[in-house]
């Protein structure tokens, strides 16, 4: 069975990670696997054993002549590989993907919502647009997949798709790496730039207007004027970046603050944090706050998309207001002031990923469905 899938950018993020980890794992004696991305990205060297398709054109802000050029890409890459099955990822892909699928008549089409494209901080015309958009795609899509009950809930609740159209499929990680102990904890300190034994709280997220990093800098510097033996890490890239360091060329944080850039070495950083903090506009199903709860550490979110699937308000960590980086820094601090209570919510956080968050999990129900359809 010839299975492609569409996402727009290889950079590393959760959609991308995990369409890294579907093509890497899914049996190649059953399947025929592709990918069609940007060339730009950290995570292209990594597609090298894989059937890559680079687009140039695909590119993540709208732009009509690229767009129409990346549609006739992929529609001609579908048309010369005669997939049975094109699975498409995020917004951008989602949409051209799918329509140069539909005219290419590939028989079965399959997307899968990262996070919906209309959201509230956007124009309601513009939100109403996307609505309409996605509701005419879904006309010729066999499944949607939904990585959060909330997406699915979102998804029903603007009449996008019947119910039946929809199937839930949770994120799945490599749980036997991210629950291995560490023993270089005080070597990746070091490494980092971090020579105290101080708290580390830290944010990995790609810096993009949906993840408000401006927020959580904000949050870092209340925290910091009342403690300030606090080690603070923002791991990630992208478009807000200069501004981020714009902000922080500003602020009293003195060495305090460490900006990583991309790493791929997150699960060893995720060892040396004691508080993860993600502080999105509004989300899908954050897989950077699965990863920090299967190592045992508390989080401190906004109540957005998936997250309260993941965190449980008070129990492994603390849900915020979004917008609010006051309200970070406020339970923030409450976990770093309260030794007990952070002990308590990191056992907590780790007995909250069970099995089901495991890869395999996720691998056997995309194989299973792959099945029932192809």
């Known amino acids: 069975m010839r299975v492609c899938h569409v996402i727009t950018k290889p950079e590393l993020g959760g959609a991308q990670l995990t369409v890294l980890n579907i093509v890497s794992n ?11 991305t940007s060339p730009r990205g950290i995570l292209s060297p990594e597609f090298k054993d894989i059937k890559a398709h680079f687009s140039p054109f695909l590119t993540r802000p709208i732009n009509p002549i690229a767009d129409i050029i990346a549609f006739v890409h992929i529609w001609f890459i579908y048309r010369s590989f005669k997939f049975n099955i094109v699975h498409t990822h995020s917004s ?18 399959i997307h899968t919502v990262h996070g919906w494209s209309f959201n509230d901080y956007q124009n309601p015309i513009l939100k109403g647009f996307y609505i309409f958009l996605e509701r005419v795609t879904a006309k010729f899509t066999t499944k949607i997949i939904c990585v959060s009950k909330k997406d699915l809930e979102t998804g029903l ?7 039946d159209k929809f199937v839930v499929i949770k994120y799945g990680i490599p749980l036997a790496e991210f629950r291995m102990p560490s023993d270089n904890a005080a070597e990746k300190r070091k490494e980092l730039g971090i020579h105290n034994r101080d708290p580390i709280v830290g944010m990995v997220s790609c810096l993009k207007p949906q993840k408000s990093p401006m927020d959580y800098i904000k949050a870092c510097i209340e925290i910091y004027k009342r403690m300030p033996d606090v080690n603070f890490l923002l791991i990630g890239d992208g478009v807000l970046k200069n501004r981020c360091k714009k902000i922080l060329a500003s602020t009293p944080l003195n060495g305090r603050f460490i900006f990583t850039g991309w790493r791929r ?7 040396i944090m004691d508080i993860a903090v993600l502080t999105s506009k509004w989300e899908g199903m954050p897989i ?21 699937e993941l965190v449980r308000d008070t129990v492994n960590g603390f849900l915020t207001c979004p917008g609010s980086h006051k309200d970070t820094a406020e339970k923030t601090l409450t976990l770093l002031k309260d030794r007990r209570l952070f002990t308590e919510m990191s056992n907590k956080a780790s007995l909250s990923i069970d099995d089901s968050f495991d890869l395999k999990n996720m691998l056997g129900a995309l194989d299973k469905l792959y099945r029932s359809i192809g």
Not at 92 to 109: D, L, M, Q, S, T
Not at 265 to 271: H, V, Y
């Open 26 to 36: 899914l049996p190649k004696d059953k399947y025929g696997l592709s990918i069609i």
């Open 92 to 109: 951008k892909a989602g949409i051209i993907g799918r329509w140069a699928a539909r005219f290419a008549k590939v028989p079965h089409i």
């Open 157 to 163: 609740r603007h009449r996008i798709a019947p119910r």
């Open 265 to 271: 070495d997150i699960s060893e950083i995720l060892n």
């Open 288 to 308: 950077s706050i699965i990863e920090a709860l299967c190592k045992g550490k508390p989080a401190v979110i906004t109540d957005v998309g998936g997250g309260r």
